[in-house]
């Protein structure tokens, strides 16, 4: 049996699909998500309806990701600082887009969760680790053995990173299927891993199907995010063309002109997103 792992989609449905479709062709029959489903491209609605007619055809296993956390949390009333502009815009756009039903489906969602199948061995999911949906886990960073040690799965699939990798530490598998939206260092790919049992093996593919960035972009303009958020939709574009991080760069600059010309750390006004983008070169969509 294969089974294809997905994470970290972040609304982009055109590279979703391409994912799905790669996965229809190399036989997989069941589909792990393990999280942050929308958030950052155009029209999310769209990635949540691929998303459920696939769990119609195909047994699927749905994650919580740090999005959908940042998601219910503004409806509790929380991040209620939210609004149009580059800072907070794009999970502005993407909230108003979310249906009553969406919020309460991530509500239901576990943060982590044990899967055992047939021939696989017992499987740990979570989102970034099994403790924090946010949080990191590096191959060589000392707190990552003592998580490790908590866990009785012999292999645990985890995303967040936005990056494939594999690695072997305190006799666990750890599995990262990278980013089926928004892969770093990948442009125009959609990124997932396969994995396979029979007759005592285990093999883990790590697969990238290409799909239209540009269609993509175009979505942004299209939707009005480029409107409601221009420098972190210009800084997304970059990401889906060509994989580097720009939406974390422009995020820090942005931060760091306020602060030194205000001494004002924490949300970032436009003006100081508008020069960060000058600065790095951004052109607005
Ligand atoms: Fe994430």
Not at 20 to 38: I, K, S
Not at 225 to 239: C, D
Not at 244 to 267: P, V
């Amino acid at each position: 049996m294969r089974i294809a792992v997905l994470s970290d989609i972040h609304g982009n449905h055109l590279a979703l699909e391409a994912c799905l479709r790669e996965a229809q062709r190399l036989g997989v029959e069941r589909y792990l998500f393990l999280g942050d489903y929308v958030s950052d491209c155009a029209f999310p609605r769209k990635t949540l309806e691929v998303l459920e007619t696939l769990s119609q055809q195909a047994p699927c296993v749905f994650l919580r990701g740090n999005r959908e956390e940042y998601l219910l949390a503004h409806r509790a009333g929380g991040e209620s600082h939210w609004c149009p502009g580059s800072e907070s815009g794009s999970l502005w756009y993407t909230y108003r887009e979310m249906t009553p039903a969406d919020l309460d489906w991530m509500a239901g969602l576990p943060n982590r969760q044990r899967v055992e199948l047939p021939g696989f061995p017992p499987m740990l999911l979570c989102h970034g680790n099994p403790e924090k949906t946010s949080g990191t886990f590096k191959a060589d960073a000392p707190e990552t053995a003592e998580l490790l040690q908590g866990i009785a799965e012999p292999v645990v699939l985890r995303g967040h990173t936005h990056l494939q990798d594999v690695f072997i530490r305190a006799g666990e598998q750890v599995i990262n299927p990278g980013a089926a939206g928004t892969p770093k260092w990948m442009g125009g790919r959609g990124c997932f891993a396969v994995l396979e049992s029979g007759e005592g093996r285990f093999e883990v593919r790590l697969v990238q199907a290409a799909y239209d960035a540009e269609a993509a972009v175009a979505e942004l303009k299209t939707s009005g995010l480029s409107e409601i958020a221009p420098v972190w939709a210009a800084a997304v574009a970059v990401m889906l063309r060509t994989g580097n991080n720009f939406i974390a760069q422009a995020l820090r600059m942005a931060h760091a002109l306020q602060q030194e010309e205000t001494g004002r750390d924490g949300f970032a006004e436009e003006v100081y997103w508008l020069r960060a983008a000058e600065r790095l070169g951004l052109t607005l969509l």
